[in-house]
Nanobody
Framework: QVQLVESGGGLVQAGGSLRLSCAAS????????MGWFRQAPGKERESVAA????????YYEDSVKGRFTISRDNAKNTVYLEMNSLKPEDTAVYYC???????????????WGQGTQVTVSS
């Protein structure tokens, strides 16, 4: 069982930056792949980034490549999403998730946080 709590969301102007954190409880955090997903109002949830249990492998959706960076610190049971050059279309609730497979496919993730709101103003 893994419990996830996101933080770091907020309001930022276009072109700005935010760093999201996802703190996990449970002793086996280091064995899970982690993903970030987002859902904008009226839209389906979409993937953002994923990272393997060791941090050696990362994957990004094309829309965020070069702007977002996913990382993790297994000693702190935390995964991060560094977001730069933010655009209004990045506005969404951002969720972190834990699963056994490193993938951008949301159905492969078993545990989900409650989400944190990111709003980018133009």
């Amino acid at each position: 069982q893994v419990q996830l709590v996101e933080s770091g969301g907020g309001l930022v102007q276009a072109g700005g930056s935010l760093r999201l954190s996802c703190a996990a409880s449970g002793r086996s955090f280091g064995s899970y792949a982690m993903g970030w997903f987002r859902q904008a109002p009226g839209k389906e949830r979409e993937s953002v980034a994923a990272i393997s249990w060791s941090g050696a492998n990362t994957y990004y959706e094309d829309s965020v490549k070069g702007r977002f960076t996913i990382s993790r610190d297994n000693a702190k049971n935390t995964v991060y999403l560094e977001m730069n050059s933010l655009k209004p279309e990045d506005t969404a609730v951002y969720y972190c998730a834990a699963g056994r497979i490193t993938t951008l496919t949301s159905k492969e993730y078993n545990y989900w946080g409650q989400g944190t709101q990111v709003t980018v103003s133009s």
